[in-house]
């Protein structure tokens, strides 16, 4: 199984941002074409369940957020390239977190942690 790759985290100022990417070959997805995928961002700081951050519809034109980023943060996808993004922007402390994006919702809930496909994660840490 070929997992999604995150990249782009590290650390960062309060205040200040980052954009984390999200590559889904082909493989990855079950032979999908990346355009049908849903794609989903989820994090998960120490001692903390996992929580969902935005998703985003196949096409690009449908996106939802959590309460705590909405504002803050804005998810989009390049379907010519396989890859979604999240832009961090205003980061504050408590959004330090393993990040991780997530392909193929199966859940009608936009919130729903019910994908098929996931990767192994990146660290966002923002300093006070």
């Known amino acids: 199984q070929v997992p999604l790759v995150e990249s782009g985290g590290g650390l960062v100022q309060a205040g200040g941002s980052l954009r984390l990417s999200c590559l889904a070959p082909?493989?990855?997805?079950?032979?999908?074409?990346?355009?049908?995928?849903?794609m989903g961002w989820f994090r998960q700081a120490p001692g903390k369940d996992r929580q969902f951050v935005a998703t985003?519809?196949?096409?690009?034109?449908?996106?939802y957020y959590a309460d705590s980023v909405k504002g803050r943060f804005t998810i989009s996808r390049d379907n010519a390239k396989n890859e979604a993004y999240l832009q961090m922007s205003s980061l504050k402390p408590e959004d330090t977190a393993v990040y991780y994006c997530?392909?193929?919702?199966?859940?009608?809930?936009?919130?729903?942690?019910?994908?098929?496909?996931w990767g192994q994660g990146t660290q966002v840490t923002v300093s006070s």
């Open positions: 082909t493989r990855a997805i079950g032979g999908r074409t990346f355009s049908i995928v849903s």
């Open positions: 997530a392909a193929l919702r199966r859940s009608p809930d936009p919130t729903g942690s019910s994908y098929d496909y």
């Open positions: 985003i519809n196949g096409s690009g034109r449908d996106a």
